[in-house]
C-alpha cells in the first residue's frame, strides 16, 4: 500500500512540477506565425517587386539588332537613258543591318494599370493565404479541447484516487480491529491500480495531441504542459478573412476591366534607325553606305471587331459569379452560426442536469460510506457508488470542455 501511495505523489508531482502554461489564442498566434503557408508572404514580396520590376522595363528604351541578306528576281531600274550619264542597276542581291531604338511616349496608362493589377493579385493572393491560416483554427481547437479534457480528466481522477487513499487508510485501521473483512482493503488496493492505469493511459493520450499540436504551431511543448481554460467570448462584427478575399477578387476583375479599356487607346512611340547597306536610304546607289532615319510612330486600334466588348462582359460575368459565391457563403455562415447557437443552448440545459445528478450522487455516497462502515454493504457496493459520482463528475466536465469548443467554434464561424 505504501507503493501505491509513492506512485500517487509521484505521478501528482509530475503534472505539477515544472509546467509550461498556453493559452488557445497563443496557438492560434504560433499557427499565423510558424505555419509553412504562412512563409509564402515572403514569396509572394519578392514575386511583385519582380513584376513591377519588369513592368517598369516597358517604359525604358527598346533597343534591337535586326539583319538581312536577300535576294531578289528583279530590282528597280530607270525606264529611260540618261544622256552623258551612265547608271548602273542595283544587284539582285541585298544586305542591311540595322539597330534600333524605341522610346515609349504615352500608351494611355496602360503600365499604370498593370502594376495596379499585380498589385491587387498579390494582395488577393495575401488574403486567400489568411483564409487558409484562419480555417486551420478549427483543428486547433480540436487538440487544444482534447488536450483540456483529458487534463480535467486526469484531475478527476488524482482526486478519485486521494480518496480512495484515505478510504483505505480507515479500512485498514478497521481490518485490524477486525470490524471489516481483509477483502475490503484488496478491492480499494485493486481499485487505486486501476485508476493508477487510468492516469498513465490519459498521460499517453495527451502526448499525443501534444504531438499533432506541435507538428501545426512548429512547437515544442513540455509533455507537462497546462492549456489554460480561458476562452474568450467577446462579441464583434463578424471578420471571416473570406469577404476581403470576395472584395479582392472584385477589384482584380475590375482592374483586369480598366486593362482591357485601355489596350486599344493610341500608343505613341519614338524611334531611331542607324544602319548599314547595300542599298542603303538611296536606291540608285549600288554600294554599302551608313544611313539613319528617326521619327515618332502613333498606334492606335480603331476597330477589334467587338473583341473589347466580349472580354469587358466575360469579366462582368466573373463578377457575378463571385457575388453568388459571396451570397452562398454568407447563407452557409448563417446557418451555421445558427446550428452552433442550438447546440450550445442544448449543452448549457445538459449541464444544469450535471449539477442535480452530482448533487443527488453525492448525497449516496455519503449514504454508502456510512453504512459500508457499519458493514450493511460490501466496499465494492460502495466503489460503485464512487464511480457513478465520478462518472456524473467526468460528464460534466466533458459537457463543460464540449461547451467552450462549441463557444471556440462560434467564435470562428462568426469571424472573431
Request: aromatic share 8%; charged share 25%.
Amino acid at each position: 500500500m505504501k507503493n501505491l501511495i509513492l506512485i500517487f505523489f509521484v505521478t501528482l508531482y509530475g503534472y505539477t512540477n515544472a509546467q509550461e502554461k498556453i493559452s488557445l489564442d497563443k496557438c492560434y498566434e504560433l499557427v499565423r506565425i510558424n505555419y509553412p503557408l504562412s512563409k509564402q508572404n515572403e514569396v509572394l514580396n519578392s514575386q511583385l517587386k519582380l513584376q513591377n520590376e519588369i513592368i517598369g522595363l516597358d517604359k525604358l528604351p527598346k533597343v534591337s539588332l535586326n539583319a538581312q541578306a536577300t535576294y531578289q528576281s528583279e530590282v528597280t531600274q530607270i525606264p529611260f537613258s540618261i544622256p552623258n550619264a551612265t547608271v548602273e542597276p542595283l544587284n539582285k542581291d541585298q544586305y542591311r543591318a540595322t539597330l534600333d531604338v524605341n522610346q515609349l511616349i504615352y500608351n494611355g496608362g496602360l503600365l499604370n494599370a498593370q502594376s495596379k493589377l499585380k498589385e491587387i493579385q498579390f494582395k488577393t493572393q495575401q488574403q486567400q493565404i489568411e483564409v487558409s491560416l484562419y480555417q486551420l483554427k478549427n483543428i486547433v481547437n480540436q487538440y487544444f479541447f482534447g488536450i483540456l479534457l483529458l487534463q480535467e480528466k486526469n484531475e478527476l481522477l488524482q482526486s478519485k484516487m486521494s480518496l480512495l487513499i484515505e478510504k483505505n487508510k480507515e479500512v485498514k485501521t478497521a481490518v485490524k480491529f477486525g470490524a471489516i473483512l481483509p477483502a475490503s482493503e484488496q478491492v480499494l488496493e485493486a481499485e487505486i491500480i486501476k485508476i493508477q492505469q487510468q492516469i498513465n493511459d490519459l498521460q499517453f493520450d495527451k502526448r499525443k495531441l501534444l504531438y499533432h499540436l506541435e507538428k501545426l504551431t512548429a512547437t515544442n511543448f513540455d509533455e507537462n504542459t497546462i492549456l489554460e481554460n480561458s476562452i474568450s467570448l467577446e462579441t464583434t462584427e463578424a471578420l471571416r478573412p473570406e469577404f476581403d478575399f470576395f472584395n479582392l477578387q472584385n477589384q482584380q476583375l475590375e482592374a483586369s476591366q480598366i486593362i482591357v479599356s485601355k489596350s486599344n487607346l493610341p500608343k505613341l512611340n519614338a524611334f531611331i534607325q542607324g544602319g548599314y547597306g547595300n542599298p542603303a536610304l538611296n536606291m540608285l546607289n549600288n554600294s554599302f553606305e551608313a544611313f539613319y532615319v528617326t521619327g515618332i510612330r502613333l498606334n492606335w486600334t480603331l476597330f477589334d471587331w467587338n473583341k473589347t466588348k466580349k472580354e469587358k462582359e466575360v469579366l462582368e460575368i466573373s463578377k457575378q459569379l463571385i457575388a453568388s459565391e459571396k451570397e452562398t457563403f454568407q447563407l452557409n455562415l448563417n446557418r451555421q452560426l445558427q446550428e452552433t447557437d442550438f447546440e450550445i443552448q442544448k449543452i448549457n440545459q445538459q449541464l444544469k442536469s450535471d449539477e442535480e445528478i452530482i448533487d443527488l450522487r453525492q448525497k449516496i455516497v455519503k449514504s454508502s460510506e456510512a453504512q459500508m462502515k457499519n458493514g450493511v454493504i460490501t466496499t465494492s457496493e460502495y466503489l460503485n457508488e464512487i464511480d457513478k459520482l465520478f462518472e456524473s463528475k467526468n460528464n460534466q466536465k466533458s459537457h463543460q470542455i464540449q461547451l467552450q469548443l462549441t463557444q471556440a467554434n462560434y467564435q470562428i464561424i462568426k469571424g472573431n
